[in-house]
């Protein structure tokens, strides 16, 4: 079934993007030893994951493995920054495995230790937000989490070992000397190369790069108010749905004639797997299942969009029959269950139903919206009892008296209780339950006039009481009577942002009778809601970044410098969605809390290696940026590469179910790729500028200039492969 295959897609994406991952490794790295401690990591953590989801309740599902398929990049980033550390450390120092691994864990211990508690910072705040957001994707970030927190202890403790364990073997392997990875790593030194003369023009010019770069972010911003919006994407599981709505007095066997004739207009269609008809009153519901999506050769909604021009090229006179898109099932995204809601209000339900079919014919032709109609519900049978005011003042009555007198006839009253030990039990005073059961009987219930002395009176002394048709149910919002026109939105025509805009102006130009307006509803009022929530949650995991990493370092200049990076995440994932046509969504949303967390990951690692040499080694701040860069430069892309290749495969979108993840990765692609470019250079200009200014605050309130040095340094070699 669908879910079968849609958990398939998603444990199918993790393992591919493990299997990438690995491979970027081998890469980079030259080395099948260092690929093989990389291959244990991953089931290790893996295992560390599930155990911390079993102890959490979690449930495997699509949220959850999708998690995991996300997380399989992230946790490789700790195990990666320590093995290429350990390398650099061994190459550059000419010590034994042994020794070279001590050195290595030392050095970046504490960036491994920073970038693991910023990750889990940033993703906090999700967790302590309500609504339906929180709801859908709460699985899926604790599974990140764990992941990411799995992987600390793997980088601290069994990296280092198996480094220091498998570097005494005396065998070599030999492929770190073969031609494509000699090759390979002859072209990144000549980029360290580029790199390192790219930096110092970077440096050079930091305030225009500054100037660039607000600029870049002004422009992202018009752009990403431009982009289409949506809930959540739709999800293609095959199953659809079709309504008849027939006149008012149709019988069942007139409704099920109709039915009859639209199943047999599906069941010539292409693809139909079963259909469920089912017809009564006045309505009739069809259920579709279509064939999966990798047996079809057009989408579900483009199947949904032929069934209708079939169905309205028929027409059924009397009878109305709308076709329906796939929805995520046992999901309302608003309290009435559509993607499009338009409520109308006032206090007569004959002007409002006037109102109503009104609109539905200002709305026709907007595009994307289909099924937009008033509501049509069958009338009740009742009794109306309409009182003759005047002569029921004349006799001390009033509507409440006589109203309070008919309900204690026909369904009693409670007059008090009766206490049998600890139980209270109702004592209820009614008249004989079988005594008024037509009109003529209700309208001699008694009525006892006001005043000593005055003889009871019969209900139809003071009021007339006649059969009648009312309203099913009558719905209010603050105390005004309300109908609600709904809709449903084909995303492969319009996303519900662009229908709701559309809808929104063809109000603005409509004049409705004093007392009477509209609501615009639907799932409008979801993405708004929610964005509302994801955006403070994004704010709220930026503010926790910073205070995480100032506690960390004890200072705020750091800090500052490392999450510069956070603003260009979100340059790379609105420019992927520009590029790929995808709208903006709550998964694209989440996606950018995870960024905040994970693109700090290369700021880290270069403040970390430039602290070390100023402090360490007294190199001076601006020759320090550029070393801190180029050396850097392999783990950083190791890592990035590692991010991205295990989120492409859910990017790509492949199998089913994956459209729910899908914009989740994309933005996450889009955004590790873009904020790793440029961090790489803005970092270091953001650094000497902080650090200057600081400088400068420092010798007004001290009165003295910090000590800085400029020291020749060797150029630091690359890890060698071969083993």
């Known amino acids: ?32 030893r260092k690929t093989f401690i990389i291959g244990v990591s991953i089931p290790l953590a893996i295992l560390a994951t599930f155990v911390m989801m079993g102890i959490s309740d979690l449930t495997l599902n699509i949220m959850s493995l999708g998690g995991l398929a996300l997380g399989t990049g992230l946790l490789l980033d700790n195990a990666i920054v320590m093995l290429e550390s350990i ?5 550059l120092d000419a010590v034994d495995a042994e020794e070279g691994a001590h050195r290595g864990a030392a050095e970046v211990t504490t960036a491994v230790i920073a970038s693991t508690t910023t990750n889990l910072a940033s993703v906090a705040p999700f967790l302590l937000i309500s609504g339906l957001s929180a709801l859908l994707f709460r699985e899926l970030i604790l599974t990140i989490s764990f992941a990411i927190l799995a992987s600390l202890p793997i980088a601290l403790t069994l990296v280092p070992m198996l480094s220091a364990q498998l570097g005494k073997v005396r065998f070599s392997s030999g492929i770190g000397n073969t031609r494509p990875l000699v090759a390979f790593d002859r072209a990144f030194q000549g980029l360290i190369d580029v790199y390192r003369r790219l930096a110092a023009v970077a440096i050079r010019w930091r305030w225009l790069v500054f100037a660039a770069s607000a600029a870049l972010l002004v422009v992202t911003g018009v752009i990403a108010e431009r982009i289409p919006r949506q809930f959540l994407p739709p999800v293609d599981d095959g199953t659809l749905g079709a309504f008849v709505r027939m006149s008012p007095g149709a019988t069942p066997d007139e409704t099920n004639v109709i039915v009859s004739e639209v199943e047999a207009i599906v069941r010539t269609m292409p693809h139909v797997q079963s259909v469920f008809a089912f017809a009564g009153a006045r309505f009739g519901n069809l259920d579709i299942r279509l064939d999966p999506p990798s047996q079809r050769t057009i989408s579900a909604e483009a199947w949904v969009a032929e069934l209708q021009a079939k169905v309205d090229a028929r027409g059924f006179a009397g009878a109305r029959v709308g076709v329906r898109p796939p929805r995520i099932r046992g999901l309302r995204t608003s309290n009435s269950g559509e993607a499009v809601a338009v409520t109308v209000v006032g206090d007569e339900l004959p002007m409002l139903e006037e109102i109503g079919r009104g609109l539905v014919r200002e709305m026709q032709g907007i595009p994307g919206l289909g099924n937009f109609d008033v509501p049509t519900e069958q009338p009740g049978p009742l009794l109306s009892i309409e009182l003759d005011r005047e002569r029921a003042r004349a006799l001390g009555l009033d509507v ?18 009766f206490a049998d030990g600890n139980f209270e039990y109702d004592v209820r005073v009614f008249f004989p339950r079988g005594r008024y059961t037509s009109v003529a009987t209700l309208g001699e219930i008694p009525l006892f006039p006001s005043g000593r002395g005055s003889a009871p009176i019969q209900l139809a002394d003071v009021a007339t009481i006649a059969p009648a048709l009312g309203p099913a149910n009558v719905r209010r919002v603050n105390q005004m009577r309300q109908i609600q026109l709904t809709g449903d939105v084909l995303s492969e025509q319009a996303t519900v942002s662009a229908v709701t805009d559309s809808i929104k102006a063809r109000l603005a130009g409509i004049t409705l009778p004093d007392g009477y307006g509209t609501i615009l509803g639907g799932e409008a009022e979801a993405i708004a809601e929610t964005n509302q929530q994801l955006y403070l949650v994004v704010g709220l995991a930026i503010f926790l970044v910073f205070v995480v990493l100032a506690v960390q370092y004890e200072s705020l200049l750091d800090p500052l410098v490392i999450i510069v990076a956070i603003p260009f995440a979100m340059v790379g994932a609105v420019a992927a969605l520009v590029v790929t046509g995808t709208p903006f969504s709550a998964p694209v949303v989440l996606g950018m809390i995870l960024l905040a967390g994970i693109v700090v990951n290369n700021s880290i690692l270069l403040v970390e290696f430039i602290k070390r040499r100023r402090t360490e080694d007294g190199v001076h701040a601006i020759d320090a940026v550029v070393d801190a860069g180029a050396a850097r430069l392999r783990p950083i892309f190791m890592t990035t590469g590692t991010s991205l290749v295990g989120s492409l495969p859910l990017a790509i979108g492949l199998g089913e179910g994956s459209e729910l993840m899908r914009p989740l990765a994309i933005a996450v692609v889009g955004g590790l790729t873009l904020s790793t470019l440029l961090t790489l250079f803005l970092v270091p200009c953001t650094y000497l500028v902080v650090h200057g200014l600081g400088d400068r605050v420092k010798v007004f309130l001290l009165g003295r200039r910090p000590m800085s040095a400029t020291v020749e340094h060797p150029r630091a070699p690359v890890p060698e492969g071969g083993d």
Do not use: E, K, P
């Open 87 to 91: 390398a650099r450390r061994r190459t």
């Open 1 to 32: 079934g669908f879910i079968n295959g849609a958990l398939s897609s998603v444990r199918d994406a993790a393992i591919i993007g493990a299997i990438l991952a690995m491979l970027v490794v081998g890469i980079f790295l030259r080395s099948l």
């Open 400 to 417: 409440a008296t006589v109203g309070a007198t008919v309900r204690t006839a026909l369904d009693g009253t409670v007059v008090t209780q």
